[in-house]
């Protein structure tokens, strides 16, 4: 076994705490990855204050962490696609059955069996539970690992395999581009990366917020307009409006105001809250509305992510912390006091534990 340093959640708290955890042996197909950055995503949060039954060898410890960058340290002896010093990045799947219909479309993140999740999930092996990328090493099988392209910023890149994915998939699926008249609700982790990716498509990008002290924020990630959904009047003068409304909202919420500035034949996709929705088909009706959701993404959607964000110079807006004050960043996670995506500098772990 390998070992490595970590930030860890045991079973009874949610605070993460500095140690070393066990990693397997490289296997063939594997590389070992020195993580250099890892995004802080909500789901961690979820994950941190969930009730844990997690099985294996770590028995309830988590550690989250399922966006991260980093540098190929050693490869399996069957790997052809990498080599030790190579930039690359991870995201929130490490592993599918590799064998059912969605897989095989390059679906993986709709695998019939479930994917491996990089945390909190099950190796298909030694059914271990994964361990996330708040680590300074990772391994990953090499055919879930992607070339972080020349000219993208590591540390700025690390969201991309979670935030910006999440938002990818459907703005592909739904066929934006020119032409394309896009809404994001919410202006958060997930939504400045969805106006990001939307304008750099060359969709008619606007903002639905709450209150309309975020329009200079819109518009300096290059959305035309900032519609503030507490004001009858604005949204009224948009009903009917957007091809495409990616709700990127992570509490509950009426769906109806934002089912109504869809356009005939558009599609709400709900990408933040997950869990029931309540809805009157009604809204669904006039206008032969459409109701979607997406999820991460497969090997194939990730790779061009990269593609097109490097080609179009979209990367995250973040906040850079030492590792070591990722307890700090979770709680103003929580509190939404980040513009728009904290990341981890995880080079602190290489430090002893009382500089660390």
């Known amino acids: 076994m390998r070992t490595t340093t970590a930030w860890q959640a045991d079973a009874t708290a949610p605070t993460l705490h500095r140690t070393t955890i066990r990693r397997r042996d490289l296997r063939p197909d594997d590389l070992a990855i020195r993580v250099d950055y890892c995004g802080v995503c909500h789901s961690d949060l979820h994950a941190l204050h ?41 995201g929130n799947i490490v592993d599918s059955c590799g064998t059912c219909p969605m897989c095989r479309a390059g679906q993986e993140n709709f695998c019939r069996d479930f994917p ?43 969201p991309l395999l979670c935030a910006g994915i999440t938002v990818w998939e459907p703005l592909r699926a739904l066929g934006v581009g020119p032409g394309s008249k896009v809404a994001v609700a919410g202006l958060g982790g997930l939504g400045h990366l969805a106006v990001k990716l939307a304008v750099a498509l060359g969709a008619t990008t606007s903002v639905i917020s709450r209150t309309p002290d975020k329009a200079e924020e819109a518009r300096g990630l290059g959305a035309d307009r900032l519609v503030v959904s507490t004001d009858p009047a604005q949204m009224a003068a948009v009903r009917d409006r957007f091809d495409v409304v990616l709700d990127t909202i992570s509490a ?59 080609e179009h110079q979209v990367t995250a807006d973040i906040e850079l912390v030492p590792s070591a004050r990722v307890n700090t960043a979770l709680d103003r996670l929580a509190r939404n006091d980040v513009r728009y995506r904290f990341v981890l500098d995880m080079s602190d772990l290489d430090a002893p534990a009382d500089q660390g």
């Open 116 to 158: 491996t999740l990089t945390y909190g999930g099950s190796d298909r092996r030694d059914r271990t539970t994964t361990l996330g990328g708040y680590a300074r090493e990772y391994l990953v099988r090499e055919e879930f690992a992607y070339h972080l392209p020349a000219g993208l910023d590591p540390a700025a890149a690390a």
């Open 50 to 90: 969930a009730p844990r039954a997690h099985q294996g060898d770590e028995g309830a410890a988590l550690v989250p962490g399922h966006e991260f960058t980093g540098t190929v340290r050693e490869v399996g002896s069957a790997v052809t696609g990498f080599a030790p010093g190579d930039l690359v990045a991870v």
């Open 252 to 310: 509950p919420h009426d769906l109806s105001p934002y089912l109504r500035v869809v356009a005939m034949d558009g599609t709400l996709s709900l990408l933040g809250h997950i869990g029931p929705v309540t809805l009157d088909t009604i809204d669904l009706l006039i206008g032969r509305k459409k109701l979607s959701s997406a999820g991460s993404g497969g090997r194939p959607a990730t790779a061009a992510l990269l593609r097109f964000c490097a």
